[in-house]
């Protein structure tokens, strides 16, 4: 695979991270009426129960593993059509 591809992979991958993040983030707050439990809203953290900091870790893991998977297979694709293979 050659560099621009890994280059572009790369910031496609972190792109779609935050993105993904951003999307999690927003759907939770739609479905719950409250901000997400993450790091960056320690307050809110504390404040919400274990099973909310759990559903949302386990959500916010697959979806993470599912950006990283796709960019990964089209960051693959991308490399194996500049060499022509």
């Not at 779609?16 to 759907?27: D, E, F, H, Q």
């Not at 939770?28 to 997400?36: A, V």
């Not at 993450?38 to 559903?55: S, Y």
Request: glycine share 10%; proline share 4%; hydrophobic share 45%.
């Amino acid at each position: 695979m050659n560099l621009i591809a890994k280059a572009v992979g790369t910031l496609a991958s972190l792109l779609a991270g935050l993105l993904g993040a951003k999307i999690v983030g927003s759907l939770w707050k739609r479905t719950t009426g409250e901000e997400p439990p993450t790091l960056a809203n320690p307050e809110v953290q504390q404040r919400a129960n274990i099973g909310k900091v759990l559903a949302f870790a386990v959500i916010s893991g697959a979806s993470a593993s599912v950006i990283q998977a796709v960019t990964k297979r089209w960051t693959k694709r991308i490399g194996q059509s500049s060499t022509g293979s």
